[in-house]
């Protein structure tokens, strides 16, 4: 506390000499008594303004020695030790060291929480880890493999420019009257296809065959009043007479499938003198293939199925899996495998496998095309390939007895057993999605599992350049192709394991939903060169069709669209973008860059960014 300064009160009793006068000396003490009264004042309001500060300093030093549990005794040993400095005003020096020695403990702290973090990923995460991805690495060499095998049996194919003849005289195209004309029984099957199926049915009853030897049936399946007397009323016209046991041969096509008029004339007669052929299978084309980035993504999946799998399989081995659709059976090779089963989801490959176990040939048609729709939107899409993955897990765990104990060669148990069905529906999959999505982004945590370069990026980009060459212009959707793969890995992985243990979605079957985009121009086009039909033989009313279709598009044009939220992909989406930013960090750049774009990927999906929105 600042005190005043000024004469003590001895200066003022004794500062007058003694000569001077009585009156001088009164007026001399009056002004000592006055100086005297303000300064006993000014001590006083001194001491009472210190009270306070001072309890607060008691209270406060009470409390820390209640606390630290120190006594005035141990403060009288610190004072004789040296120690009685003032420790409840420590200097700007100790106050710094305090603070250094708080800090050090709490690193200390993350220091040891991190070492048993290090020594815990090394002894327990890092060595499993590095296991799956020697496993997975290894799988995806065996499968690169099979699809190299594959590419250079395509390659032979056209250099030796192999391809499915049928017999001589089996058919005269030019005349149409002579020739292999058997009884032919036509299938359009269909389930609440309003959007499709007057497209199909156009276009099979302008199949250039014998009305005589022609029947066209409509399967319909619809739980809707409505689809289903459409189609009721379709199949009165064109005089569905029922099943007749003289058929032959019997040809399916989908709802959205429009053959060509000869495609009879190129397809059956392969049947002709070859009584170990069962079925004759046609390539899918795709009128919406160029509609947005996933038709343009499926196109190029696809085209790599049908030139380069199906056909290698049908030339060496005779045997591929039946896509459903577009394809003839000989009606007795449909019997023998014991007709059509509705125990999986895929009854297609279901009857294939149990024919081919029976020793019936297929033979797949590579230039002979029958145009249908991609799915345009990636919530049909995805339905589409869980149904695609899981069915024939579902079939792997029914027929693999049936395929040990049947009377085949062992090579064609091994292409069924292991290539078929393990490499080709469980393998890929697995790996894709574990390899890529998971055991990946999961290395930058843990620096002590690794994953060399060629496995992330070579091989990767050499696998997406041979599927990609029977679709040459697709070549600038290469990177999309190969990021969209490893997406889309999610769906059929857990397809793939929903259908192997039988789980709650195996046996989901939803019906793809197609737009109907190409029927209103194909309908025009065969209306203008619509045949006159024989006599007592009715068709289709083309006209009335065109006309529905307008309304149909008029009404789908007011409904509203929106995007789904798919949150296992963003799951993902975070695990991917985090752990790019983790490889930034570390200096690794093509980790960096396939865990950034992959990521992007997977957030893109997620939020239903790709394909047409949904109704």
Not at 52 to 75: E, K
Not at 290 to 305: A, K
Request: proline share 5%; with cysteine; aromatic share 12%.
């Amino acid at each position: 506390m600042v005190e005043l300064q000024g004469p003590s009160e001895d200066d003022f009793l004794t500062s007058e000499s003694p000569g001077r006068t009585r009156e001088k000396g009164r007026d001399k003490n009056a002004k000592q008594l006055t100086w005297v009264l303000l300064l006993k004042a000014h001590r006083a309001a001194g001491c009472l303004t210190s009270i306070a500060p001072a309890l607060a300093s008691l209270g406060a030093a009470v409390r820390r020695r209640v606390t630290s549990g120190r006594t005035d005794t141990d403060n009288d040993i610190d004072n004789e030790t040296g120690g009685g400095r003032d420790k409840e005003n420590p200097t700007a020096e100790e106050q710094l060291q305090y603070l250094r020695a708080t800090s050090l403990g709490v690193k200390g702290i993350f220091e040891w929480v991190y070492s048993r973090w290090v020594l815990f990923r090394v002894e327990y995460l890092a060595p499993p880890l590095q296991f799956l991805a020697n496993v997975c690495t290894v799988l995806f060499l065996i499968q690169s493999l099979d699809r190299l095998i594959l590419c250079l049996g395509c390659f032979w194919i056209r250099y030796k420019k192999i391809k499915h003849v049928p017999k001589e005289g089996a058919l005269d195209l030019e005349s149409g009257e002579k020739g292999f004309f058997p009884m032919v029984l036509v299938q359009i099957p269909m389930c609440n296809e309003r959007e499709v199926y007057q497209q199909s049915i156009a276009a099979v009853c302008n199949l250039d065959w014998p009305k005589s030897k022609l029947l066209i049936q409509v399967l319909d399946d619809s739980d809707d009043p409505n689809y289903a007397l459409v189609n009721r009323r379709r199949s009165s016209k064109m005089a569905a007479r029922g099943y007749v046991k003289d058929y032959e041969f019997v040809t399916i096509f989908d709802a959205d499938f429009q053959p060509m008029p000869d495609f009879l004339k190129r397809t059956v007669p392969h049947f002709k003198d070859n009584e170990e052929l069962g079925l004759v299978q046609a390539r899918w084309s795709f009128v919406n293939k160029d509609e947005n980035l996933l038709t343009r993504l499926q196109n190029i999946n696809l085209s790599f199925h049908f030139e380069v799998e199906q056909q290698v399989n049908s030339v060496f081995i005779n045997f591929f899996g039946f896509n459903g659709t577009a394809g003839v059976w000989r009606i007795k090779a449909l019997e023998d495998a014991g007709g059509w089963l509705e125990r999986t989801t895929v009854e297609d490959m279901d009857i294939a496998v149990r024919a081919h176990l029976h020793g019936w040939k297929f033979i797949f048609l590579n230039n002979v095309e029958c145009q249908c729709e991609l799915p345009e939107s990636y919530e049909a899409y995805r339905k589409q390939q869980h149904r695609w993955h899981s069915g024939p897990m579902q079939l792997f765990r029914l027929c693999l007895p049936d395929i040990i104990r049947a009377k085949i060669s062992i090579w064609k148990k091994f292409n069924m057993i292991f290539l078929f069905f393990l490499l080709r529906k469980l393998i890929l999959p697995f790996y894709s999605f574990t390899l890529f999505c998971i055991i990946l982004p999961m290395t930058m945590f843990v620096p002590e599992t690794e994953l060399p370069e060629w496995v992330v990026c070579y091989i990767p980009a050499t696998m997406s350049f041979l599927n990609i060459l029977p679709a040459p212009k697709s070549f600038p959707f290469i990177v999309p192709y190969l990021l969209f793969e490893n997406t889309m890995s999610v769906t059929k992985f857990t397809a793939m394991v929903s259908g192997l243990f039988q789980l709650g979605s195996a046996y989901e079957w939803v019906v793809t939903k197609k737009s109907g985009r190409s029927s209103e121009g194909n309908l025009v086009s065969l209306l203008e060169k619509e045949p006159k039909h024989q006599r007592g033989v009715s068709g289709p009313n083309l006209e009335e069709m065109k006309e529905e279709i307008g309304q149909r598009d008029e009404k789908a044009s007011r409904k509203k669209k929106h995007n789904r939220i798919y949150t296992k992909e963003l799951a993902l989406a975070f695990l991917l973008l985090t752990a790019s930013a983790r490889s930034l960090l570390s200096a690794q750049g093509i980790h960096f860059y396939f865990l950034l774009f992959q990521g992007i990927s997977f957030l893109l999906v997620g939020l239903d960014l790709i394909g047409e929105q949904v109704e």
